[in-house]
């Protein structure tokens, strides 16, 4: 059983910069890798994923503040955000799916990966 566990979230002034990181168990090696947020009254969408090579795809919204890495001695994914906004306030989830396909569509990953619960990172202006 997949289980995933976020960390690092936290307040943080707009402009600062966080790393989110995720630690799994019951991953392959072959597992691919994943962020999602939601922030208040919005929906779920994916950020960036990551294959278990490191090849790495961002959504449009992530291209620029977001860096996705894994370190599979640690078997830990990374989410580093630069340059915060208020508007990445939103609870950060790390997912875990076959390939990143499967990961990067949302109406399949909410059937198909496994999730994390969450945490919340909060931008103050």
């Known amino acids: 059983q997949v289980q995933l566990v976020e960390s690092g979230g936290g307040l943080v002034q707009a402009g600062g910069s966080l790393r989110l990181s995720c630690t799994a168990s019951?991953?392959?090696?072959?597992?691919?890798m994943g962020w999602y947020r939601q922030a208040p009254g919005k929906q779920r969408g994916v950020l960036a994923t990551i294959t278990s090579g490191g090849s790495s795809n961002y959504a449009d919204s992530a291209k620029g503040r977001f860096t996705i890495s894994r370190d599979n001695t640690k078997n830990t994914v990374y989410l580093q955000i630069n340059s915060l906004k208020p508007e990445d306030t939103a609870v950060y989830y790390c997912?875990?799916?076959?390939?990143?396909?499967?990961?990067?569509?949302?109406?399949?990953?909410?059937?198909?990966?496994?999730w994390g619960r969450g945490t919340q990172v909060t931008v103050s202006s």
């Open positions: 997912v875990a799916g076959q390939n990143s396909l499967e990961i990067a569509l949302p109406d399949v990953c909410f059937r198909k990966c496994s």
């Open positions: 019951g991953i392959s090696s072959n597992t691919a």
